[in-house]
């Protein structure tokens, strides 16, 4: 048997409208809820001159003092010795002269001052300059006259010291310079025994002597 309601009393149909009006009250509440605000009741501390000090602390003034200037060192001057040298024999000076005293005439000539030209110093020749008895007398030379310098020896320095220097027609020796150097004394040492070397045989350009240039190794080696 069914049972049969009047269309009056059917509460279906207020089902939407119930659920629209319940969820709008759910979203106002939780608005509520969010934007709600609570103030405290106690009162907001002041702060007076009376009740509150404030310690400001002293702040000294800085003063940054400059740099020095930087101090300048003069240049060192050497006095260099005169290398020309006047001998006073060659000077005489009257001063017991009178108003009757004949002055000889200086007579200055018309003829050109002679200028001495330095001979070519030649680097490649027919014939190289030489020891005097060969290499081996050298060599022997250097054994007497070649001391190892005792920087050089503590220091542990061995090496070639590379010479040159300038051979004159009659064999002399000049203008010695270290092209190598190797350090520890070993320079001077080298330099000072080929200036104090015999003289050499000349170097010859076609038969005739000439100023030659040579260089020279002086070997260095512990024993």
Known sequence: METKKT??????????TLFN??????????????????????????????????DIPDIPNTFQTPPPPPVEIPPIIQAQ???????????????????????PEVIISDD????????????????QASFKGGMEAWYEYLRK?????????????????LIRFVVNKDGS??????????????????????????EWIPGKMGGRPVRSRMVIPIRFKLQ
Not at 26 to 47: H, M, Q, T
Not at 84 to 92: N, Y
Not at 187 to 198: G, I, Q, Y
């Open 7 to 16: 269309h009056q009393a059917d509460l279906r149909k207020w089902s939407s």
């Open 21 to 54: 009006l319940s969820l709008a009250i759910s979203i106002g509440l939780c608005l509520v809820a969010f934007e709600w605000k609570s103030y405290s009741d106690s009162p907001i501390k002041e702060i007076t001159k009376e009740s509150e000090l404030w």
């Open 81 to 103: 010795p005169d290398e020309i040298k006047i001998d006073p024999t060659l000077i005489s000076i009257d001063i017991n002269t009178t108003e009757t005293t004949e002055i």
């Open 112 to 127: 050109p001052p002679v200028i001495d030209k330095a001979e070519e110093i030649m680097d490649f020749i027919e014939v």
């Open 145 to 161: 006259n070649l001391k190892y310098p005792s920087q050089a020896k503590r220091m542990g320095i061995e090496g070639v010291v």
């Open 173 to 198: 020796v000049q203008d010695v310079e270290v092209v190598r150097p190797l350090g520890g004394g070993c320079d001077e040492v080298a330099k000072e025994v080929v200036e104090n070397s015999p």
